[in-house]
C-alpha cells in the first residue's frame, strides 16, 4: 500500500442490535482498503463489534432513542477507533476477571477481556451521566509480517 495521509469516517447508530451487521460491515471495509492480514482483519472488526455491542447494551441500555457514535482513524500503520456510548458509565474496577475459576463458566462478562486480549491499546474515558468513550488501538506497521 503506498503512503496515506491519515483518514478518517465517522457514523453514529441507534442502540438497536440490528444495526452491528452495518458497522461489522464498515469495520471490514477499512480493513480491506488498509489491505490488513486476515487474522488482524478477524480480531479488529470482532473488537469492534464487541465494543459496540457493550455501548449499546450495558451503556445505553439498548434505548433506540440514544446513539452509539464510531469514529476510525487510520493510516496504514495504525487504526485508532472510538466508540461512544450515551450512558451514565461504570465502574472499571468493578469488572471482575473472567479467567478467575469462579467466573470461567459465565456466560457473560468477557467483553473488556477479549478487547484487551485482541486490540494493543484499551483506554476509556468514563463521564457519568454523560457517556463512556472506548478508545481501541492497533498498531498495523508488522500486521502482515506476523501472520506469516
Known amino acids: 500500500m503506498a503512503n496515506r495521509a491519515t483518514e478518517s469516517l465517522e457514523m453514529k447508530v441507534p442502540s438497536v442490535m440490528e444495526y452491528l451487521d452495518l458497522v461489522n460491515s464498515v469495520a471490514e471495509e477499512i480493513c480491506k482498503r488498509l489491505q490488513i492480514d486476515e487474522?488482524?482483519?478477524?480480531?479488529?472488526?470482532?473488537?469492534?463489534?464487541?465494543?459496540?455491542?457493550?455501548?449499546?447494551?450495558?451503556?445505553?441500555?439498548?434505548?433506540?432513542?440514544k446513539s452509539v457514535l464510531l469514529r476510525f482513524v487510520y493510516d496504514e500503520s495504525r487504526i485508532d477507533i472510538y466508540v461512544t456510548d450515551e450512558g451514565d458509565g461504570f465502574d472499571l474496577e468493578a469488572i471482575?476477571?473472567?479467567?478467575?475459576?469462579?467466573?470461567?463458566?459465565?456466560?457473560?462478562?468477557?467483553?473488556?477481556?477479549?478487547?484487551?486480549?485482541?486490540?494493543?491499546?484499551?483506554?476509556?474515558?468514563?463521564?457519568?451521566?454523560?457517556?463512556?468513550?472506548?478508545?481501541?488501538v492497533k498498531n498495523l506497521g508488522q500486521s502482515a509480517e506476523a501472520a506469516n
Open 39 to 65: 487474522f488482524t482483519h478477524d480480531t479488529l472488526t470482532n473488537s469492534v463489534v464487541e465494543a459496540c455491542t457493550n455501548a449499546m447494551e450495558h451503556g445505553n441500555r439498548l434505548d433506540a432513542k
Open 96 to 136: 471482575e476477571s473472567p479467567v478467575t475459576p469462579e467466573n470461567l463458566l459465565r456466560e457473560r462478562g468477557r467483553g473488556i477481556f477479549i478487547l484487551k486480549s485482541f486490540m494493543d491499546e484499551v483506554h476509556f474515558d468514563i463521564k457519568p451521566s454523560v457517556g463512556t468513550t472506548v478508545h481501541l
